[in-house]
């Protein structure tokens, strides 16, 4: 059973630029998660889908958006990169919201420069 | 609301001898807990959960957690330490009625040989 799956796995941008992360969760599974993780702020919520909805959306600046498409994959779009932005993002998918603990992608590492 | 609480963001032990790593949530409603670990360049996986079963909970690589309502805690255990267990813990809450976790900010875990 395939895992997982989160492309890029690096990626370096310039500040102004903006980038589009995506996400393949686990066959079956329908709900979709985004983290960012720094070393300052931890994990934080960005987002969670489920269906195509979006359920729940983090404290993030609007530059900050994602969607689901119909197969369940999902990317994540971040416009006007800043410096601050530079994080391992994490993609982890459940079978529902509701479901008992994600299955996290090992991230997209992402540095602004 | 919920929120999660690290005790201690570096714990160091011998080669086999007992690891504990401690978590107090907050949660207005009943949760789900969990405990994930991750290894460098690598998201995070699942090491166990409760989700309102039994409270000692068993999960992989002979990890195991407690969850004691009275006292707000979730305590991660070991019995013997091996190198292998060395990585960063993070302890997570979930609303029952909420897909959004709450992580904690993380417990690096050092084992000395």
């Known amino acids: 059973k395939a895992g997982v799956t989160q492309t890029p796995r690096y990626l370096i941008k310039t500040r102004g630029q903006q980038v589009t992360l995506s996400c393949s969760p686990i066959?079956?599974?329908?709900?979709v998660s985004w983290y960012q993780q720094t070393p300052g702020q931890g994990l934080q919520f960005l987002f969670e889908?489920?269906?195509?909805?979006q359920r729940n959306k983090g404290n993030f600046p609007g530059r900050f958006s994602g969607r689901q498409f119909s197969n369940s994959r999902s990317e994540m779009n971040v416009s006007t990169l800043e410096l601050g932005d530079s994080a391992l993002y994490l993609c982890?998918?459940?079978?529902?919201?509701w479901g008992y603990g994600y299955t996290f992608g090992s991230g997209t590492r992402l540095t602004v420069v | 609301a919920q929120s999660v609480t690290q005790l201690g963001s570096h714990v160091s032990v011998s080669e086999g001898a007992l690891v504990l790593l401690r978590c107090n949530y907050s949660s207005s409603v009943p949760p789900y807990l969990f405990w994930y670990v991750q290894y460098p360049n690598q998201g995070l996986q699942l090491l166990l959960k409760?989700?309102?079963?039994?409270?000692l909970v068993k999960g992989i690589n002979g990890f195991e957690a407690e969850f004691k309502k009275s006292e707000t805690s979730f305590h991660l255990t070991k019995p013997s330490a091996h190198m292998s267990d060395a990585a960063e813990y993070f302890c997570a809450v979930r609303n029952t009625n909420a897909g959004k976790s709450t992580f904690g900010d993380g417990t690096t875990l050092t084992v000395k040989p």
């Open positions: 982890a998918s459940s079978g529902t919201p």
């Open positions: 409760y989700t309102s079963a039994a409270t």
């Open positions: 889908y489920f269906s195509e909805t």
């Open positions: 066959s079956g599974h329908r709900s």
